[in-house]
Nanobody, 112 residues
Framework: QVQLVESGGGLVQTGGSLRLSCTASGGTLINYSVGWYRQAPGKGREWVARIYPGGATDYADSVKGRFTISRDNAKKTVYLQMNSLKPEDAAVYYC??????WGQGTQVTVSS
């Protein structure tokens, strides 16, 4: 089991960019798939992107071509680069491992 801490959220204008980080402590991410999820007010949690231990990636259709997930195993960190942000991207973003660990989330607000 690892502890996850998300960071990098904030307020950005439509069309802007943010980079989220998910950093592990108490263990390594090297053997885990790591996913990013988001939850907007009044909505369920939505899967956004996933990166596998070998580096392969998957994206939800809603973010494909705008978001990029990457990992730095030496830093025990997974990143989510978010470009061309839209108001509908506003949510609390969480990271999670395939081992079932979750972070506390980081807020992303997109102003129109």
């Amino acid at each position: 089991q690892v502890q996850l801490v998300e960071s990098g959220g904030g307020l950005v204008q439509t069309g802007g960019s943010l980079r989220l980080s998910c950093t592990a402590s108490g263990g390594t991410l090297i053997n885990y798939s790591v996913g990013w999820y988001r939850q907007a007010p009044g909505k369920g949690r939505e899967w956004v992107a996933r990166i596998y231990p070998g580096g392969a990636t998957d994206y939800a259709d809603s973010v494909k071509g705008r978001f990029t997930i990457s990992r730095d195993n030496a830093k025990k960190t997974v990143y989510l680069q978010m470009n061309s942000l839209k108001p509908e991207d506003a949510a609390v973003y969480y990271c999670s491992t395939s081992g079932g660990d979750w972070g506390q989330g980081t807020q992303v607000t997109v102003s129109s």
